[in-house]
C-alpha cells in the first residue's frame, strides 16, 4: 500500500487549467483516468487526509504510485481524451459498462456493391448502416421478412450470391419475389442500391412517404382496372403497418431520441436505454457495471453517454438524449454530442407529457434489471459459497455462517416504531422465518434501545423452546429472568414477534425443522451463526449487550453501516472494511437491504392503519359492516357520539349491549379540536361521515 504523500505533486507543478490525468500503480499500469475543468482543484481532492477520502477512493490512491496529467484546450476536448484513454488503458478503478448481452442489429452493408440486409452482433464496421438493438434476432428476421415484399433488398451471402450469378439461376426468394435478384442481372447496381436507400429511409423511421406512395399507387391502378396489381399493392401496405406496428408509438412522428435511465445501489448499477426514431421505440439495450469508483447518477449518466456515443457519428446520435440526471458540465458533454452528429443535440431531463412518462418506463427497465442481476448472482451456488467463506473469514468465525439472522429498526420521526428480522441460509432468503416486531416498551425515538430490545426478545425466545425440549446440557445464567414455558415473552401491548406478512416460498420438507406437538414449525427454534444489525458501532454494542445479558456467548455480532458500506464488530474501534469486488460484502448488503425492505414495509401497513383508525376500533364484536352502518345512519361519528343509547340501538343489527359499548367506547375518547376556516376565522361544523383518528 502506497502512501499517497510519496507521489503527490508539488502545488506548483499542476496547471490550472482543463485536462486529463492518470494514476498509475507501481508498475505502470494506468489504474484510473480522470478529467477536470481545474486539474490543481480537483488533483488536490485525492491528497487529502485518507479518513476524509470515500472508501473507494482512498483504495485507488493507495494502490497508485504516481499521478500524470495532459493539458487541453477545453472540456470537450478533455471529454473525449478521457474516453479515449479510458477505452485505450481498461483502468481498474474506472466504471466499465458491460453488455448484459451481444444485442443483435438489423444491418445494411452498404459499402458492398449490392447492399446485403442482415443480423449483426458485436462490433459497428464502417460503411454499414446499423438499425436497433433488438431484444431477439428472430423479431429481425420477422420484420424483415414483411418488408421484403415492397423492398426486396439481397440477403444472401456472398458464397450464395456468387454462385447465383455463376449457374445464372436466382435463389428460392428470387424467384418468389422476395429478391430483386441483382445476381442474375434483373436489377441493374444503381437501381439496387436505390432499393436498399429506401430500406434504410423507411427503417429510420420516414414511413408516412412510402405508405402514401403505395396507397395512391394502389388507387390508381383499380381506377385503371388492373385489379391484380392493385392486390398486390394493398398487400405491400398492409406488410409495411405490420413491420410498424412491431414498434410500439411513444411519442410525436417526428421525435427522434435515447432515453437513458439508471437504477443503482450502493455497489452497483444498471443502465437502460431506449432508442426512439420516428416517435417509435426501435430498439433497446442494457448495461450493468460494478461501482468501482465514487461516482454519482451524474457520472453515471456521463460515463454512459461516452460509451454509447463515443463510436458513433451522424445520425447514431439523435437530435435528443434524455437523462435522469445531467452530467457534471452538460454543456461540454452537449458540444461533445454535437460533434459527433455533426449538428445540434439537445440533452435535458424530461419534466412532463409523454417523454416524463416514458421515462418512468424506462427506469422500471432498468430497475428490473438490476434485480434480475442480483438474483442471478446469488443463485449461483459457488458464488454463494465464496461469500460466505469470505464473510467467516473477514469476521473471524471458525466456520462460514450458514444461517444469517439480521435485524433493522423503522419508524416515521419516532412514531410506529417497528423492527424486522430477516434469515438468509445457505446465502439464500428463507422467509417462512422472517418476523416483525412492535416496540411498545418505551416510548420516542432511540434506535440503539430499540435494537436492545429486538435481540432480547428474540434470543428469549430462543432460550425457551431450548429449556422446553431440553435441549440444555447445562442451565445458562442469564442476567435477566428466563420465561417459563408457555410463557408470553413479548413486552406489554408488543405484538407477538412471530407475526410475519411473508408467506414461505416453498413448504418446507418433512421432518426438516423442529415442529410443535401440532406438526407447526417451531418459532425461534434454530440459532442464528452471525447476527447482522443495521447501523454502527452503537446498535451493534446493543445487540451483543443484549446477548450477553441472555448468556449467549456463542453467536457472532456485525453491523453494516450503509453509508460507507463499513463492517463494525463489539469492541472494535475501527471497522472491517471488506474488498469493492468482496462476495461477501455483496451478500451482507442483500442481507441489510432485505431487512430494510420488511421493516419498512410493516412500518408503513402500520402507520397506514393508524391513520384510519377509529374509536368504534375499541368495540368488542363490531365488525366493518356494522361500523360503516352506524356511520351511514348517523353521518359522522361525532353525531353518533352525540346520540343515546336508545337512538343508537336503532341501527339496524345494533343490538342494546353493542350500543352501550358504542356509548362507552365514545364517551372515553378526547374531543377533538374544532375545524377552523382560515380564510374567514369561523369554526365549522363537522358534517362529513369520515372518521377520526
Known amino acids: 500500500m502506497a502512501d499517497p504523500s510519496s507521489y503527490r505533486p508539488k502545488p506548483g507543478q499542476i496547471p490550472d487549467s482543463p485536462g486529463v490525468y492518470k494514476f498509475r500503480d507501481e508498475h505502470r499500469r494506468v489504474i484510473y483516468v480522470g478529467k477536470a475543468k481545474n486539474l490543481r482543484q480537483r488533483l488536490a481532492n485525492y491528497f487529502q487526509d485518507l479518513a476524509a477520502l470515500h472508501p473507494r477512493t482512498r483504495t485507488m490512491v493507495t494502490t497508485a504510485a504516481s499521478v500524470e496529467w495532459t493539458v487541453v484546450s477545453t472540456e470537450v476536448e478533455a471529454l473525449q481524451l478521457e474516453y479515449s484513454w479510458i477505452k485505450e488503458f481498461d483502468p481498474r478503478f474506472n466504471v466499465k459498462y458491460r453488455d448484459d448481452k451481444s444485442y443483435p442489429y438489423l444491418a445494411v452493408t452498404l459499402d458492398e456493391e449490392f447492399p446485403r440486409v442482415q443480423v449483426m452482433r458485436g462490433a459497428k ?50 424467384y418468389i419475389g422476395k429478391c430483386s435478384a441483382p445476381c442474375v442481372g434483373r436489377v441493374t447496381p444503381e437501381e439496387h442500391r436505390e432499393l436498399a436507400d429506401d430500406f434504410c429511409d423507411f427503417m429510420a423511421g420516414r414511413t408516412g412517404t412510402y405508405i402514401r406512395r403505395l396507397e395512391k399507387d394502389m388507387m390508381a391502378a383499380a381506377e385503371e382496372m388492373e385489379y391484380e396489381r392493385a392486390a398486390r399493392l394493398r398487400d405491400d401496405v398492409e406488410a409495411l403497418k405490420r413491420a410498424m406496428e412491431k414498434s410500439a408509438v411513444v411519442l410525436a412522428d417526428a421525435t427522434d431520441a435515447d432515453l437513458i435511465a439508471v437504477a443503482e445501489d450502493e455497489l452497483e448499477a444498471a443502465v437502460q436505454i431506449f432508442h426512439v426514431r420516428g416517435g417509435r421505440v426501435r430498439g433497446q439495450r442494457g448495461w450493468v457495471t460494478d461501482k468501482v469508483e465514487n461516482v454519482d447518477t451524474s457520472g453515471l449518466v456521463e460515463h454512459a453517454l461516452q460509451q454509447l456515443y463515443g463510436e458513433e457519428t451522424g445520425d447514431s446520435v439523435p437530435k435528443e438524449v434524455l437523462v435522469p440526471a445531467l452530467p457534471e458540465d452538460p454543456d461540454a458533454v452537449s458540444q461533445w454530442l454535437a460533434g459527433r452528429r455533426g449538428s445540434q443535440v439537445s440533452l435535458r431531463i424530461p419534466q412532463r407529457g409523454d417523454k416524463k412518462d416514458l421515462m418512468a418506463t424506462v427506469q422500471r427497465n432498468a430497475q428490473q434489471a438490476l434485480g434480475l442481476h442480483k438474483t442471478k448472482r446469488a443463485s449461483d451456488l459457488t458464488t454463494r459459497s465464496r461469500a460466505l467463506e469470505e464473510i467467516a473469514e473477514a469476521l473471524g468465525l471458525d466456520t462460514a455462517p450458514l444461517r444469517i439472522e439480521c435485524f433493522d429498526i423503522s419508524h416515521l420521526q ?57 435441549e440444555w446440557e447445562e442451565t445458562p445464567a442469564p442476567t435477566g429472568p428466563v420465561p417459563a414455558p408457555g410463557a408470553d415473552t413479548t413486552a406489554p401491548g408488543t405484538t407477538n414477534a412471530s407475526d410475519t406478512t411473508t408467506a414461505p416460498d416453498t413448504a418446507p420438507e418433512p421432518d426438516a425443522e423442529p415442529r410443535e406437538d401440532d406438526g407447526r414449525p417451531k418459532r425461534f427454534a434454530y440459532p442464528p451463526q452471525l447476527v447482522v444489525v443495521d447501523g454502527g458501532q452503537p446498535q451493534v454494542a446493543a445487540a451483543k449487550r443484549a446477548l450477553d445479558e441472555l448468556g449467549i456467548d456463542d453467536i457472532a455480532v456485525c453491523g453494516l453501516a450503509k453509508r460507507l458500506e463499513e463492517v463494525w464488530l463489539p469492541e ?11 462476495e461477501g460484502l455483496y451478500l451482507l448488503q442483500r442481507v441489510r437491504d432485505e431487512a430494510h425492505r420488511f421493516a419498512i414495509t410493516y412500518q408503513r401497513a402500520k402507520r397506514a392503519k393508524r391513520i384510519r383508525s377509529s374509536p368504534l376500533d375499541a368495540v368488542a364484536g363490531l365488525g366493518e359492516t356494522r361500523k360503516q352502518a352506524l356511520i351511514k345512519h348517523f353521518g359522522s361519528v361525532k353525531k353518533l357520539k352525540q346520540a343515546t343509547i336508545d337512538e343508537i340501538c336503532e341501527v339496524p343489527g345494533i343490538g342494546r349491549r353493542t350500543a352501550e359499548s358504542v356509548a362507552v367506547a365514545l364517551a372515553s375518547t378526547a374531543p377533538a379540536a374544532p375545524a377552523v376556516n382560515t380564510a374567514t376565522g369561523e369554526i365549522m361544523e363537522e358534517n362529513d361521515g369520515g372518521s377520526t383518528t
Open 125 to 174: 464496421k464502417k460503411g454499414v448502416r446499423y438499425f436497433g438493438p433488438y431484444g431477439h434476432a428472430w423479431a429481425i428476421r420477422e420484420t424483415v421478412d414483411l418488408m421484403l415484399r415492397v423492398f426486396p433488398v439481397r440477403t444472401c451471402s456472398a458464397g450464395v450470391f456468387r454462385n447465383a450469378a455463376r449457374t445464372g439461376r436466382p435463389c428460392l426468394l428470387g
Open 414 to 470: 419516532g412514531d410506529d416504531v417497528v423492527a424486522s428480522m430477516v434469515v438468509f441460509e445457505d446465502g439464500l432468503a428463507r422467509k417462512s422465518e422472517y418476523r416483525r416486531f412492535q416496540i411498545k416498551g418505551f416510548e420516542g425515538q432511540d434506535d440503539v434501545r430499540s435494537m436492545h430490545e429486538v435481540i432480547g426478545r428474540r434470543f428469549k425466545r430462543y432460550l425457551q423452546e431450548k429449556e422446553r425440549t431440553g
Open 572 to 582: 472494535d474501534d475501527d471497522p472491517v472494511v471488506l474488498p469493492r469486488s468482496s
